[in-house]
T-cell receptor, first 111, second 111 residues
């Protein structure tokens, strides 16, 4: 099983739709979780951290399920500008351990 | 103002050449990385440095040699370039909260 797995997509959704992505991780000792966004031909940028109790930032909601070892990202009322690749990131331990990136899920929001 | 800057942004070179990519961060972070993103968009860590010390060296050909003159700089030198080295190389730094800040990437094409 890969360390971090995501459905590559693409997810093609109409404007205004709600879309959800899941990401599974293999190491039960994983401690920190993030969602990054990468636009075409750009660098990845932090979208949001994922907290144990779940957290929301505007139209975006992130959740963590430790028992099943997955995190999710929900986007409500999709905008054309949400089209990007969403990368799941997992940190096993603090310190110098590198963050492990998933391969990303591509989202296309269509007018 | 750029937090993590890397040069050059684009590089086209012939097989067998030696080239370098420079990276600097002005965020005061102790940890810096080099990531490689290939044509399949998979973001894979190559090297990790903490305060000028090499921490992680993933399975990377020894034609790739990182160098950190100080904790704000992490350069990447590549000897005897091969076609398979064509990719986007991202420099990054990490803060104490495990957030990664990426440079804009260096697009390397080996012909």
């Amino acid at each position: 099983r890969k360390e971090v797995e995501q459905d590559p997509g693409p997810f093609n959704v109409p404007e205004g739709a709600t879309v959800a992505f899941n990401c599974t991780y293999s190491n039960s000792a994983s401690q920190s979780f993030f969602w990054y966004r990468q636009d075409c031909r750009k660098e990845p940028k932090l979208l949001m951290s994922v907290y144990s109790s779940g957290n929301e930032d505007g139209r975006f909601t992130a959740q963590l399920n430790r028992a099943s070892q997955y995190i999710s990202l929900l986007i409500r009322d999709s905008k054309l500008s949400d089209s990007a690749t969403y990368l799941c990131v997992v940190v096993v331990a603090s310190g110098n351990t590198p963050l492990v990136f998933g391969k990303g899920t591509r989202l296309s929001v269509i007018a | 103002d750029t937090a993590v800057s890397q040069t050059p942004k684009y590089l086209v070179t012939q097989m067998g050449n030696d080239k370098s990519i420079k990276c600097e961060q002005n965020l005061g972070h102790d940890t810096m990385y080099w990531y490689k993103q290939d044509s399949k968009k998979f973001l894979k860590i190559m090297f990790s440095y903490n305060n000028k010390e090499l921490i992680i060296n993933e399975t990377v050909p020894n034609r790739f040699s990182p160098k950190s003159p100080d904790k704000a700089h992490l350069n990447l030198h590549i000897n005897s370039l091969e076609l398979g080295d064509s990719a986007v190389y991202f420099c990054a730094s990490r803060d104490s909260g495990n957030t990664i800040y990426f440079g804009e990437g260096s697009w390397l094409t080996v012909v």
